[in-house]
């Protein structure tokens, strides 16, 4: 079963929402900016970088989503490559935040308690769906699936 283009899309959106949401995150519910103030300032700026990076490629990759829906589904060498980057990207993501965060608390507040499952079912979603598109591309390309 091929993946519906309005999954694709969806995740898109939802990417972009999740690089443009990631300041307010940082700044607001977990004080990021005066966290950083205290590492020394080459390590500061390794650390802005580093989020600026997270929020660049979930943008890029939201954006690759509403750009080139089909062409992430065409089973293509490049489809193979790009799915299967953003899938490992989001299940990285997903691994990450279910082995290390739930060592640390986020606010009480019931916004953010709700922002925490909202966020946490986006990257399940963006996770399964890339997989199921890299899979999908996989076999297209070594012939196991018809185009």
Same mark, same amino acid.
């Given at each position: ?55 660049? =490629?979930? +943008? &890029?990759?939201?954006?690759?989503? #509403? ?10 060498? /490049? @489809? ?43 990257? =399940?979603? +963006? &996770?399964?769906?890339?997989?199921? #598109? ?10 196991? /699936? @018809?185009?």
């Amino acid at each position: 079963m091929n993946v519906p283009n309005g999954l694709i899309i969806a995740g898109g959106i939802g990417q972009i929402f999740t690089a443009l949401v990631y300041p307010y995150i940082r700044h607001v519910v977990f004080d990021w900016y005066n966290d950083v103030k205290k590492l020394k300032p080459l390590n500061q700026e390794i650390a802005k970088t580093y989020g600026r990076y997270i929020q660049g =490629l979930n +943008f &890029a990759f939201g954006l690759i989503a #509403l750009l080139f829906t089909s062409e992430l589904k065409d089973g293509t060498g /490049l @489809a193979v490559a790009l799915t299967g980057l953003i899938a490992a990207y989001w299940v990285g993501k997903v691994a990450t935040q279910f082995s290390y965060y739930p060592m640390y608390t986020i606010p009480k507040k019931t916004i953010f308690k709700i922002g925490e499952v909202g966020m946490n079912a986006l990257f =399940l979603f +963006f &996770a399964a769906t890339y997989t199921w #598109l890299f899979i999908q591309n996989v076999r297209m390309h070594y012939g196991v /699936l @018809a185009p």
